[in-house]
């Protein structure tokens, strides 16, 4: 299969995140955008390694991997104190905190 399939589809999936990242208002559905979006840069750092035969993007896709999962981490924790406070996951009422 040609790797030129995977950066489409990595380009597609990039795609559909940031549009989800700016129309939608939930900070769960916004979350998971960048997750889709750290998820398509993966794909296109693998299939750039596997196009020029080198190790490097996979190397580079471990890491984002690793930064990902302290994303998770810090992010929910976030979004369970807005929630605690607001009883709301929107965006919109997340600049109510800082009063």
């Known amino acids: 299969m040609d790797p030129m399939n995977y950066l489409y589809l990595s380009a597609l999936l990039f795609t559909i995140g940031a549009a989800g990242v700016l ?9 998971m955008c960048v ?33 990902a999962a ?7 924790a976030i979004i369970m104190g807005i929630y605690r406070v607001r009883h709301s996951a ?3 009422d997340a600049h109510l905190l800082a009063q």
């Open 70 to 76: 302290c994303e998770v981490v810090i992010g929910l």
């Open 23 to 31: 129309l939608r208002r939930s900070a769960i559905v916004v979350f």
């Open 35 to 67: 997750e889709l979006m750290l998820n398509a840069t993966n794909l296109a750092f693998v299939s750039f390694a596997r196009l020029h035969g080198q190790l490097d993007g996979q190397v580079v896709a471990f890491f984002t991997m690793v930064v």
């Open 90 to 92: 929107d965006v919109d």
